[in-house]
């Protein structure tokens, strides 16, 4: 047994070793979730959503829609980026300034379908960091039709604030791929439970990036979203935040049928 453990280590040393990562690595279009968690009251709440498409050359251009301190901006940027043979590596905004420092995973056909990030240039007491998946690695035309079935999602609430209520909520979502969805979910906010529905519209843009407006309690909630882990053009999967709630993100995944 000792033999086989010790066989099995070097196995996977060597394999990891025998990897090898650079900046074709990444190539495509990634969805990505990102946010910002502080423990001061007096300093902005930041939340963004939005896409990265990277040319498999060094170089990358960014799609956003973000949330700071409640207010709502969108936005795009180019940066350039670079990989290290271990899978590690940066991406460093236009014109120097912000860095973010990535490491990939789930590489298949020397293509990662997903990386973590974390901004490293920033000296306040606060962590800025998210993850990306793999939209597609080729160029994709979207619409309603790209975002159909039933969706499993989770929704955290972060705030520094003690006069807020904390809350998290799991439930799903069914989308028609003609605009229209509905849902349920359950949801501990302020440790009290809610039980709720949800129906609204949603929207698609041609980049994969889109918005839902749906009832949620006795209010109505703003949501933008970007899709992921797209299979011809039907997506599997999206990441989206509250555009108009300060302190709200949500990954999501599809569910079963």
């Known amino acids: 047994q000792v033999g086989l453990l010790i066989f099995a280590i070097i196995a996977l040393t060597m394999f990891a070793q025998a990897a090898s990562f650079s900046n074709a690595s990444l190539k495509g279009t990634y969805s990505f979730l990102g946010n910002r968690w502080i423990d001061n009251v007096n300093l902005p709440q930041l939340a963004r959503v939005g896409t990265m498409t990277f040319d498999g050359e060094g170089n990358m251009n960014e799609s956003y829609t973000q949330v700071v301190d409640g207010v709502v901006t969108t936005g795009t940027f180019s940066a350039t980026y670079f ?18 420092a990535i490491v990939l995973n789930s590489t298949a056909a020397k293509v990662a379908h997903g990386f973590q990030f974390l901004l490293v240039t920033d000296s306040n007491n606060e962590a800025d960091i998210g993850t990306a998946l793999l939209q597609s690695t080729t160029a994709v035309i979207y619409g309603p039709a790209s975002i159909k079935g039933n969706f499993s999602f989770e929704n955290n609430l972060w705030t520094a604030d003690v006069n807020q209520a904390e809350q998290g909520t799991i439930g799903t979502i069914s989308f028609d791929g003609k605009g229209s969805l509905k849902g349920t979910y359950t949801a501990m906010r302020g440790g009290v439970l809610q039980m709720e529905s949800l129906a609204g519209i949603y929207t698609v843009n041609a980049d994969g990036s889109g918005s839902m407006s749906f009832t949620c309690g006795s209010g109505n909630c703003q949501i933008a979203f970007a899709l992921n882990t797209v299979a011809g053009t039907v997506a599997k999967g999206l990441q989206f935040l509250g555009a108009n709630r300060n302190r709200h993100s949500f990954p999501s995944r599809r569910a079963p049928d």
Request: glycine share 28%; charged share 0%.
């Open 83 to 100: 990989v290290n043979p271990n899978g590690t590596g940066t991406i460093t905004l236009a014109g120097g300034g912000s860095q973010l």
